[in-house]
């Protein structure tokens, strides 16, 4: 069994500054996750001047600017991208971003970064998803707003460009933030990996870490969630993130589940239970004082614990027989 990759996404939590970008991958290293993941992009190659916000955008942001003018301020330079690797390095975690247009992938390749992630609002950009394909070995997709229908054509692209499918990862996602527990859809997850044969995983958006737990008991080999330093913080994304201390119980929780899920998948008791068995099972019992040559009947034998005697399963092959000894009450019968 693999094991399962959590990304805790600071996403552009950061608000565009440095250290609160610094202070995110300290909280990431500190709940043990395995990649913190940043977005790469450049306002005016990603929307238009005048794109309109998401509703969620308008309400976590308590302005009506448009797209364009919050992106702006949320763009991570050249410069800041190599002072967050170093200090991923040096907190001992891996950095990641998404790069949202071709430009950025190109630029994340160049500094060094291999593993690519298509953000679900990219997923039907087939020039990005050449590129994407392209330039990067090791793939994974978010899928939020998609049919099924889109997030095949997405990944037969990246096929097709000649990325192997073991290398390709595919998310379940609803993109709104928070996302309705009514409108997780979890078992989605499942049918991907039915229809197309790939890992896959799930990038959340609800509230609390219930259903990135859920997801890594049903078969989720990749985990994203996002985190803040605080959920009242101005910005778009703050609302629908786990604080530090709820980041680093998800991160247990999965970890709790990846072990509890990690057996033979045989029914059979596990070394640690086997000390119980004869404590917690029964054996057959003498209730009365028994004589030597005396019949055992269901008046004078019964079951009770310990286990260490003859199974109760064979009840019916003791009862009627002779006693070969006498026995005291509450001793074991012997065959």
């Not at 998609?146 to 073991?166: D, H, Q, R, T």
């Not at 790939?198 to 049903?218: F, K, M, Q, R, W």
């Not at 008791?269 to 086997?274: D, Q, V, W």
């Amino acid at each position: 069994m693999k094991k399962i990759i959590i990304i805790a996404e600071a996403g552009v939590n950061h608000n565009g500054d440095i250290e609160t970008a610094k202070e995110l991958i300290d909280v990431a290293a500190a709940a043990n996750v395995d990649y913190v993941k940043f977005q790469t992009f450049k306002a005016n190659k990603l929307v238009t001047q005048n794109s309109k916000k998401a509703d969620y955008q308008v309400e976590n942001t308590n302005d009506n600017n448009s797209q364009f003018d919050m992106l702006k301020k949320l763009e991570l330079t050249k410069q800041m991208h190599l002072d967050l690797i170093a200090h991923c390095k040096k907190r001992k975690v891996k950095f990641l971003s998404t790069g949202f247009d071709i430009d950025s992938l190109l630029f994340l390749k160049e500094i060094g970064i291999e593993l690519a992630k298509v953000p679900s609002g990219e997923l039907t950009n087939l020039p990005y998803l050449r590129a994407m394909a392209q330039n990067f070995k090791e793939i994974i997709v978010s899928t939020g707003m998609a049919s099924m229908e889109e997030v095949v054509a997405a990944v037969n692209v990246i096929l097709e460009c000649g990325v192997l499918k073991e290398n390709i990862t595919v998310l379940h996602c609803n993109t709104e933030y928070p996302t309705p527990m009514k409108d997780v859809n979890l078992l989605a997850m499942l049918d991907i990996r039915k229809k197309l044969g790939v890992d896959i995983g799930y990038s959340d958006h609800t509230l609390g870490i219930e259903v990135p737990v859920a997801a890594t008991a049903l078969g989720a080999t990749v985990i994203e969630k996002h985190f803040t330093l605080d959920r009242t913080l101005p910005g778009p994304d703050h609302r629908a993130s786990l604080e530090p201390d709820e980041l680093k119980d998800m991160v247990q929780s999965i970890r709790n589940i990846e072990l509890a899920i990690s057996g033979s998948g045989i029914k059979e008791p596990s070394p640690s239970e086997l000390k119980n068995k004869p404590v917690a099972r029964k054996s057959i019992v003498a209730l009365t004082s028994i004589k030597k040559g005396e019949e055992l009947t269901e008046y004078n034998i019964g079951i009770k614990r310990p286990g260490t005697g003859i199974s109760p399963m064979k009840w019916d092959e003791v009862l009627g027989t002779v006693a070969g000894k006498s026995y005291n009450v509450d001793e074991l019968i012997e065959l």
